[in-house]
């Protein structure tokens, strides 16, 4: 990282007079892209730095990126919200800053009440010269083996705690909301209904399920 120049210091935090907030190293803001027909640009702060008045005031950024800015693209697991640590560092005037921004972890972000507009979430480091994802692999779940996107909804198997689109099991996404308990295909007793209703399985399910476990 470049030392700050000569008669340049650096800021604890700065308040953006548009906004009215204050700004510090570590948090995230949402910057103006110089095409305003673009969504603004997420990225994290690293440094704030100022001459020796405390005017002209620059931010030391690391870009966050959208998955239709990375090389390979938008992908269908992604999420709407998600942006990648790239390793793209910059200098932008703190006039380009238009608001504040929250990049959650994935395992946070998944558990937020409500996603704001100012809600992101990042699971990947990027390398913005090869295309590179660190980790390269996450878990995947369903039958169609995709990595989690938090946009949609899944329905958790109760026998092997796998995860299942409602698409992926002929089910629309009404019927799967309305589920209070789910086999996968694979855990269910052969030709027995998808649909497990605590009441509604019978005494031949119930010895199905029983010789089933017995034989484990
Ligand atoms: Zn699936
Ligand atoms: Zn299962």
Not at 68 to 80: C, K, L, P, V
Not at 90 to 116: M, N, P, R
Request: hydrophobic share 25%; glycine share 6%; net charge positive.
């Amino acid at each position: 990282m470049a030392k700050p120049k000569a008669g340049r210091r650096t800021l604890d935090s700065y308040t953006v007079k548009h906004m009215n907030k204050s700004i510090r190293a570590g948090e995230c803001v949402l910057m103006r892209p110089s095409d305003p027909s673009k969504s603004s640009y997420v990225a994290r702060i690293d440094r704030i730095e100022a001459d020796s008045r405390g005017a002209n005031v620059k931010v030391h950024i690391r870009w966050y990126y959208r998955p239709e800015e990375s090389i390979g693209g938008r992908r269908q697991f992604h999420g709407s919200k998600e942006v990648f640590l790239s390793d793209h560092y910059d200098v932008q005037s703190a006039d380009t800053i238009e608001g504040k921004c929250t990049v959650h972890s994935f395992k946070s972000y998944t558990k937020l009440d409500a996603v704001g507009n100012e809600d992101f979430f990042c699971r990947f480091e990027y390398n913005s010269a090869t295309g590179a994802f660190n980790p390269d692999r996450v878990a995947v779940y369903c039958k169609c083996e995709m990595p989690y996107n938090p946009d949609d909804l899944m329905v958790q198997c109760e026998g092997c705690s796998d995860w299942f689109h409602p698409t992926c099991i002929d089910m629309t996404v009404e019927e799967a909301r309305r589920l209070d308990h789910f086999f996968c295909e694979n855990c269910s007793a052969e030709g027995q209904t998808k649909l497990q209703n605590s009441h509604s399985s019978s005494r031949h399910s119930d010895t199905k399920v029983d010789t089933k476990r017995r034989r484990r």
